[in-house]
C-alpha cells in the first residue's frame, strides 16, 4: 500500500478533528430577541444539551451570518425594537398622556426645560481698571 493509499483510507467519509456540533439558531435567535446576553445564550443552549463556549459561538455566527455576536444581536434585536417603538407611539396617538409625554421626549426631542448653555471662550469680557485717581 503506497502512502497516498493511506492517506485516502484516513480521509474518505470521516472528518478530523472534534466533532462539530450542531447549534440550534431558532433557540439562539428568540433568545437574543428578547435581550438575552452571551451568557444566557450559552445558558440556553446548555440546557438543551448544547455545550459550547463563547469562542465556539461568536465563530459559528461568524460563519453562519458573517457577522460578529454584538452585530447578530443588533440585527436580531431590530424587529423587537421596532414593535416597542409602534406599539408606544400607538399608545400616544390613542390619548394615553404619559406614553405622549414619553414619545415627545424621546422620540422628538422635547424637554421640560429649556437648557441654554454659554461658551466662555467665545464670550470674553475684557475689564480695564487703574489704580491711579484721575482728576
Same mark, same amino acid.
Given at each position: 500500500?503506497?502512502?497516498?493509499?493511506?492517506?485516502?483510507?484516513?480521509?474518505?467519509?470521516?472528518?478530523?478533528?472534534?466533532?462539530?456540533?450542531?447549534?440550534?439558531?431558532? &433557540?439562539?435567535?428568540? =433568545? /437574543?430577541?428578547?435581550?438575552?446576553?452571551?451568557?444566557?445564550?450559552?445558558? *440556553?443552549?446548555?440546557? +438543551?444539551?448544547?455545550?459550547?463556549?463563547?469562542?465556539?459561538?461568536?465563530?459559528?455566527?461568524?460563519?453562519?451570518?458573517?457577522?460578529?455576536?454584538?452585530?447578530?444581536?443588533?440585527?436580531?434585536?431590530?424587529?423587537?425594537?421596532?414593535? &416597542?417603538?409602534?406599539? =408606544? /407611539?400607538?399608545?400616544?396617538?390613542?390619548?394615553?398622556?404619559?406614553?405622549? *409625554?414619553?414619545?415627545? +421626549?424621546?422620540?422628538?426631542?422635547?424637554?421640560?426645560?429649556?437648557?441654554?448653555?454659554?461658551?466662555?471662550?467665545?464670550?470674553?469680557?475684557?475689564?480695564?481698571?487703574?489704580?491711579?485717581?484721575?482728576?
Amino acid at each position: 500500500m503506497s502512502a497516498s493509499n493511506k492517506s485516502d483510507k484516513v480521509t474518505k467519509g470521516k472528518r478530523r478533528g472534534p466533532k462539530v456540533i450542531e447549534i440550534d439558531f431558532d &433557540l439562539i435567535d428568540g =433568545a /437574543i430577541s428578547i435581550g438575552a446576553n452571551m451568557t444566557q445564550c450559552l445558558y *440556553i443552549l446548555d440546557t +438543551k444539551g448544547i455545550k459550547i463556549d463563547e469562542k465556539t459561538l461568536q465563530r459559528r455566527i461568524r460563519q453562519k451570518f458573517d457577522m460578529t455576536y454584538p452585530e447578530y444581536k443588533d440585527y436580531m434585536m431590530s424587529s423587537t425594537k421596532i414593535k &416597542l417603538v409602534q406599539t =408606544a /407611539i400607538r399608545k400616544a396617538l390613542e390619548g394615553n398622556v404619559v406614553m405622549m *409625554i414619553f414619545c415627545l +421626549k424621546n422620540l422628538c426631542g422635547w424637554a421640560d426645560k429649556l437648557e441654554q448653555t454659554v461658551d466662555v471662550e467665545k464670550n470674553v469680557v475684557q475689564l480695564k481698571y487703574s489704580l491711579e485717581d484721575k482728576k
